[in-house]
């Protein structure tokens, strides 16, 4: 540090922004990156001015202002994209077995080798059907070949997959 610790725990900001204090606090030759931060912080408090008056927190969430457990929440969401068509899933007219199979494949929760070998349990080392990539949910249900042709061989009619 190019400050002393002394110096550095006894000074206020007010105190180092008042004439520029904060200067002559710095002790020891500067490097190339050290100067940099100097120059980039010189530019940066230049611009500051301290006042006596209270400070105000606004919570930029709420249109009030005021913090909310509530608005925190949503910000934190901010950015996540949902799942509304859950909704459909469970009113459709489709079996019970089918749309419980369907949630747990939009939710990455069947027992496809990538979750098995996640939890250190014993899993082929490629789809058992093509064997040709690994095997996910994505891979099973929208890019195997041979399971594509098992459904459409295979599947009796009104049947949500195969094996059921």
């Known amino acids: 540090m190019s400050v002393p610790a002394r110096v550095r725990n006894k000074r206020t900001v007010e105190e180092a ?5 904060w200067v002559r606090d710095i002790r020891g030759a500067l490097g190339w990156s050290g100067l940099a931060e100097y120059l980039e912080l010189w530019d940066t408090l230049s611009n500051i001015t301290l006042s006596t008056m209270e400070d105000h927190h606004l919570w930029k969430w ?23 068509p859950w909704k459909r899933i469970w009113k459709s007219w489709a079996p ?3 749309k419980t199979f369907i ?40 890019s195997c070949f041979f399971q594509a042709v098992l459904v459409l061989n295979f599947a009796a009619p009104g049947a949500c997959h195969p094996g059921t």
Do not use: M
């Open 17 to 21: 922004l008042h004439d520029q204090t």
């Open 96 to 98: 019970s077995k089918c």
């Open 103 to 142: 949630w747990l494949a939009i939710r990455n929760r069947c027992w496809t080798a990538d979750r098995l070998q996640q939890r250190g349990l014993p899993h082929p080392a490629h789809c058992p059907l093509c064997d040709q990539e690994d095997e996910t949910v994505q891979h099973l249900l929208t």
């Open 62 to 84: 709420e249109s009030s202002g005021t913090f909310s457990t509530r608005s925190a929440y949503r910000a934190f969401l901010v950015g996540s994209t949902t799942f509304d």
